[in-house]
């Protein structure tokens, strides 16, 4: 256990519907992360924050994703109208101090299938 | 896209063997970092090795960083059956305003120890 926690850690969802997921890094932690891990691969950076700022986000963030981390502490990744292909691992990671010498900390993810 | 390349994709060995996994990636990095994976669960940081930085040990584990050749090896010595798991480099990539990108992970080499 790292001490960053993720809710659910499972999630089935019909093609369409929208869906949330909930990261509590380490209470410490400035930077938070999102990831997207799927089968065989290794994980792919979504976007970060440092404390409630969203920095930098990937292309691979489509506007049907969004992310916020409200108060600089737990952070939320919400997909509206899922698809099937966002059926994968949802990681998130924290980490304290200036990057990029730092490592991260990673939850134990959430496995989301798009029926 | 992902920038490390780990070989081979899957190493299966005895117990007390040594494992080596190999990391080759494609920019300027500012560091290069291992991490494992059980099966189904988060990622568990194992070493950072800086650009500036040739070797570095931890424990089992030494770690080697080629910036010429943009290589980097993890060798896990006397390797357990409980050191099977994914293995993932990761790079923090230099961008132009000195800072560096978020991690960018390989595909990763899967290592199974057999008792």
């Known amino acids: 256990d790292t001490g960053v926690s993720q809710d659910p850690r499972h999630k089935i969802t019909k093609r369409g519907q929208n869906v949330t997921f909930r990261c509590d890094p380490i209470?410490?932690?400035?930077?938070l992360y999102w990831y997207r891990q799927t089968l065989g691969q290794g994980p792919e950076f979504l976007t970060y924050?440092?404390?409630?700022?969203?920095?930098?986000k990937s292309r691979l963030l489509s506007d049907r994703f969004s992310a916020e981390r409200p108060k600089g502490s737990f952070s939320t990744l919400e997909i509206q109208r899922t698809e099937q292909g966002d059926s994968a691992m949802y990681l998130c990671?924290?980490?304290?101090?200036?990057?990029?010498?730092?490592?991260?900390?990673f939850g134990p993810g959430t496995r989301l299938t798009v029926l | 896209s992902q920038q490390g390349e780990e070989d081979p994709q899957a190493l299966s060995i005895q117990e007390g063997e040594n494992a080596t996994m190999n990391c080759s990636y494609k920019?300027?990095?500012?560091?290069l970092q291992w991490y494992r994976q059980n099966s189904g669960r988060g990622l568990v940081h194992l070493i950072l090795?800086?650009?500036?930085?040739r070797e570095k040990h931890s424990g089992r584990l030494r770690v080697t960083l080629d910036t010429s050749k943009k290589s980097s090896s993890l060798l896990i010595t006397a390797s357990r059956a409980a050191d099977t798991a994914s293995y993932f480099c990761?790079?923090?990539?230099?961008?132009?305003?000195?800072?560096?990108?978020?991690?960018?992970f390989g595909s990763g080499t899967q290592l199974t120890v057999l008792p």
């Open positions: 920019t300027s990095i500012n560091n």
């Open positions: 924050f440092q404390n409630e700022a969203q920095l930098e």
């Open positions: 990671a924290s980490s304290l101090g200036v990057p990029p010498y730092n490592e991260q900390f």
């Open positions: 090795i800086r650009s500036n930085e």
């Open positions: 209470s410490e932690h400035n930077r």
């Open positions: 990761a790079t923090a990539e230099v961008i132009s305003s000195g800072s560096a990108r978020q991690l960018t």
